[in-house]
Nanobody, 123 residues
Framework: VQLQASGGGLVQAGGSLRLSCVAS????????MGWHRQSLYNQRDLVAR???????NYADSVKGRFTISRDYAKNTVYLQMNDLKPEDSAVYYC??????????????????WGQGTQVTVSS
């Protein structure tokens, strides 16, 4: 299973960006999906997560500004980021917990990560 993230870029403080991440491969089912971020010298932290049932949770620092959503049919997760602040600058990584089939049609359960997309917010 592979994840492809897109949508990062440079934006001024107060602006908005929408990140997308699509999962592909021999997927049987995608369970929880989420977004994490990592800035220079910091660890990778959870930003937002959405369960297979649609329940969401957010880091306190982004509540009320960011919204996570997903398109089940497209195996895609989105992160709408509004009122961006310079401290939101980081590389954003998507992840997905999946149930898939390998080349021998055997079941595989795991977590996949996207390649990261850079978000830079200027003051």
């Amino acid at each position: 299973v592979q994840l492809q993230a897109s949508g990062g870029g440079l934006v001024q403080a107060g602006g908005s960006l929408r990140l997308s991440c699509v999962a592909s491969g021999s997927i049987v089912r995608i369970n929880d999906m989420g977004w994490h971020r990592q800035s220079l010298y910091n660890q990778r932290d959870l930003v937002a997560r959405i369960t297979s049932g649609g329940t969401t949770n957010y880091a306190d620092s982004v509540k009320g500004r960011f919204t996570i959503s997903r398109d089940y049919a497209k195996n895609t997760v989105y992160l709408q980021m509004n009122d961006l602040k310079p401290e939101d600058s980081a590389v954003y990584y998507c992840e997905a917990d999946y149930y898939a089939r390998d080349g021998s049609d055997a079941p595989v359960v795991g977590r996949a990560w996207g390649q990261g997309t850079q978000v830079t917010v200027s003051s």
